[in-house]
């Protein structure tokens, strides 16, 4: 277990986020996340009356197709289960985010087009799990293909391209050992002595 052993406690509350990445056979790719909130103990919601324990408060769905470059091309939010009659109405505001891509700013850019009474605080909140997840379905078959590009660029002298994953966080600093293996040109840590 990675944690240490925890206090007494009893359980309450269970959060479960399930994201997958599809490569489609369009060139597209298809990314699904699932979240569910789920209780331990039955309560009462003035809506949907009872609602059980293991029987999910939240249960949101969302699947976006993009391109290599992460350009969101398609967009589609469920709400299956909420705590209000309401909910559901706002998924259509999500087709807003046709058009974006998801890189640096993507969140700024999403907030502004669905967050707050604009959208759905929990849809929110998965985009960042699916935008990730699209970055990690899509980005290792990409470098594969743009690595064996590049080295046949090499073979004529072409410079090579700044890794889009340098200085994304600690382990791809420019000046860390996995930098000067992965991209000796880019890397800026003391020089080996020889």
Same mark, same amino acid.
């Given at each position: ?92 505001? /999500? #087709?807003?985010?046709?058009? %974006? ?5 993507? &969140?700024?850019?999403?907030? @502004? =087009?669905?967050?707050? $009474? ?16 699209? /970055? #990690?379905?899509?980005?290792? %078959? ?5 690595? &064996?590009?590049?080295?046949? @660029? =090499?073979?004529?002298? $072409? ?34 002595? @020889?």
């Amino acid at each position: 277990m990675p944690l240490s052993a925890p206090a007494d406690r009893d359980h309450i509350h269970t959060r479960h986020v399930e994201c997958r990445g599809y490569r489609r056979a369009d060139g597209l790719w298809d990314i699904e996340g699932h979240m569910t909130d789920v209780k331990t103990y039955a309560f009462t919601n003035d809506w949907r009356g009872e609602i059980t324990p293991g029987v999910p408060l939240h249960e949101m769905w969302i699947r976006i197709t993009v391109d290599e470059d992460l350009l969101i091309h398609e967009i589609e939010a469920v709400t299956d289960n909420s705590p209000f009659r309401m909910c559901p109405d706002i998924v259509g505001n /999500f #087709q807003r985010l046709k058009g %974006l891509r998801m890189v640096g700013g993507f &969140t700024n850019k999403m907030k @502004a =087009a669905v967050g707050g $009474a604009e959208g759905c605080t929990h849809l929110v909140e998965l985009m960042g799990p699916i935008a990730t997840t699209a /970055f #990690q379905t899509i980005f290792p %078959l990409k470098t594969k293909r743009e690595k &064996t590009a590049e080295e046949i @660029a =090499a073979a004529v002298e $072409a410079p090579p391209k700044r890794p889009p994953l340098l200085d994304s966080c600690h382990a791809f600093a420019s000046d860390s050992p996995i930098t000067k293996k992965s991209w000796p040109a880019f890397y800026t840590g003391p020089k080996d002595e @020889a």
